[in-house]
């Protein structure tokens, strides 16, 4: 059973609560807990691991672990694993392992969250096993299962064994919204929250159909959050889903912004990527914590979908021979990886318009800090501390303090 029961302390330390009253903002109400307006974004591979979920977590926050191929950060699942060839056995045996870290990277968090806060797993509905890590970390006690990369219209079906775990999906506008609840209606569930990503403003992969739909008005928070709340209203649910803004978030005064227009919380990822607690090399820390805005490039990903990352020499240079790549696609391009990897890709599949690049090498290489062949995804926007790296403690309460209460504090 999931372990987000009343608890018998408060689920936010006493200075996080201090930082909050301080801030002005409300708290977010989820699975039965009052928590800090904060929600760390899931990031793989193996960027949001138990370090930095555990972290936010022990603060009063949602940390968020991210579900793939989380075996990079075991040595004694890679050296099983690591050498394996494609085939039906090799699948079996790195599909057991990724699951294992993933019971075992819960277990960590949780004992460094200390019961504190809320621990969240993100499964991207687009990889191949989808259904078996939601299943694994439900068994495992997560609080909370969140679904981006995709319409979870099954969620409430491979959850149904654990009605206390928070489900939570990722979508970006609000026709969405109307369609997710009004299909997990029929199935006598609702969500526990609703993230709302804003693509022009996310990293990684992103709510858009393609590229040129980025800037689509329907996206703004000013649009999408007033217009989900009507509908939440008007199906008579408006209090028991919270909305959770995602995208360019990095200020007090930014979430107090998509508070007022009618979230509970917002969530931000790269901002937390770049901490001492991070679970990424520190190499990959510096390229994000050191990347302007003209150093981000959307692009389609491999999963058919835009995406933004910075632009490294590996990005840069696949981009120059992404349409003579794309122009020449087989039917299907035999693959060497033998994992969870996604359902449909556009290497492995030859689906023309689709990336031509092998994503888990990419995001591999950018989890080990290889600037020259990683692929790192980041959002929008400046960080809270430039090109610092501060610890999880610092961006928290930075989060939660005005730009007037900072100027007030002597240099």
Known sequence: MAMNATLPFPPVPADSLSWLARSGLQPLN???????????????????AHRLA???????????????????????????????????????????????????????ARELSRGMGLLAINVMRAVSEYAHSVVAALEAGIDAVVVGAGLPLDLPDLAQDHPKTALIPILSDARGVQLLVKKWERK??????????????????????????????????????PQSREFLKSAGIEQEIPLIA?????????????????????????????????????????VLAEAGPEDLVEFTSVAGLPARAVATPWLRAYL?????????????TRCTKSFDCLAQCGLRDGLP????????????????????????????????????????RELMERLLTRQEQLAAVPA
């Open 54 to 108: 555990g972290s936010v977590a022990a603060l009063g926050g949602v940390g968020t672990l991210s579900s793939v191929d989380l075996r990079r950060h075991h040595p004694d699942l890679m050296e099983q694993t690591g050498h394996l060839d494609a085939g039906g056995e090799a699948k079996v045996a790195i599909d057991a392992a990724n699951l294992e870290a993933l019971r075992r990277e819960i277990r960590a």
């Open 30 to 48: 989820l699975a039965g807990r009052s928590l800090l307006p904060i929600v760390q974004g899931g990031m793989g591979i193996g960027v949001s």
């Open 246 to 286: 995602a995208g360019g978030i990095r200020s007090c005064e930014d979430i107090a912004r998509v508070q007022a227009l009618g979230a509970a919380g917002a969530q931000l990822g790269t901002p937390f990527a770049v901490t001492t607690e991070g679970d990424a090399h520190p190499e990959f820390k510096r």
């Open 353 to 392: 318009g689709w990336g031509q690049f092998c994503i888990d090498n990419q995001l591999a290489a950018a989890l080990r800090g290889d600037v020259k062949k990683g692929l790192f995804f980041s959002g929008v926007g400046a960080l809270p501390f430039g090109a610092q790296i501060r610890s999880v």
């Open 320 to 332: 120059k021979i992404e349409s003579k790549l794309q122009a020449v696609v087989h039917h299907k």
């Open 188 to 225: 006598k569930r609702l969500p526990d929250a609703i993230v709302i990503e804003h693509p022009r403003l996310a990293g990684g992969h992103l709510g858009a159909a393609k590229i040129a739909d980025l800037n689509d008005p329907r996206f703004d928070f000013e649009n999408v959050l």
